[in-house]
């Protein structure tokens, strides 16, 4: 029986598959094994920084050896061969045999870049909230982090306002809070100003 394991809200890419996955000749994303995605919509990160948020379309399980050459062009590969051989760089070891788990990705919106003459850049305030949560775990406090993963898991500022802090005149608390994040993110160079 193959190993199992689940893949969380982040996807991580080699820098080099970004413009690939961002302009959608890269559509899917091939994993050693059975992997789960527990959720439908992703944060693709590569090169140390989120680039898009993605719908997972489909998942589905085949042996390494009966990959399609049609497989290895949707996940960016000029054929099988191509495919393979980077696959057995990134997993040494991987066998003909061995399970792989094929993911199709769309793309619903980059995130690389942020207009900060937009509320929080032109993210939504979850992912601002997830990315934020991502890469400034040492600039962030016990409370902010707590207050982001509320709003992560609520999906609503006034929601989260008044789940965690049960005062709905605190709202501006919460929003001054993304702005910072923002700001932080933009500093340390994870998302880019731009558009």
């Not at 000749?25 to 959720?39: A, D, E, F, L, Q």
């Not at 898009?52 to 050896?65: F, H, I």
């Not at 900060?116 to 909230?129: Q, R, S, T």
Request: glycine fraction near 8%; proline fraction near 4%.
């Amino acid at each position: 029986m193959p190993e199992r394991r689940f893949l969380g809200r982040h996807i991580l890419f080699k820098e080099e598959y970004a413009a690939r996955l961002i302009e959608g000749s890269k559509t899917t994303t091939i994993r050693r094994g059975i992997v789960k995605p527990r959720y439908r919509e992703v944060i693709l990160h590569a090169g140390s920084r989120p680039i898009a948020v993605a719908r997972v379309e489909y998942v589905y399980y085949k042996r390494l050896r009966e990959i399609s050459d049609d497989e290895a062009k949707r996940d960016g590969f000029e054929n099988k061969a191509e495919l393979v051989k980077t696959l057995k760089r990134i997993y040494p070891g991987m066998r003909e045999d061995e399970y792989v788990t094929i993911i199709g990705l769309r793309v619903v919106k980059r995130v690389d870049t942020v207009n900060l003459n937009k509320p929080f850049g032109g993210l939504n305030p979850v992912e601002l909230a997830r990315i934020g949560l991502r890469y400034l775990s040492r600039e962030l406090t016990d409370f902010e982090s707590r207050l982001l993963l509320e709003l992560t898991r609520t999906g609503d500022i006034d929601l989260t306002v008044e789940r965690a802090l049960g005062d709905p005149g605190k709202r501006d608390l919460l929003v001054d809070l993304l702005n910072r994040v923002l700001r932080l993110l933009v500093e340390k160079q994870v998302l880019r100003e731009g558009r």
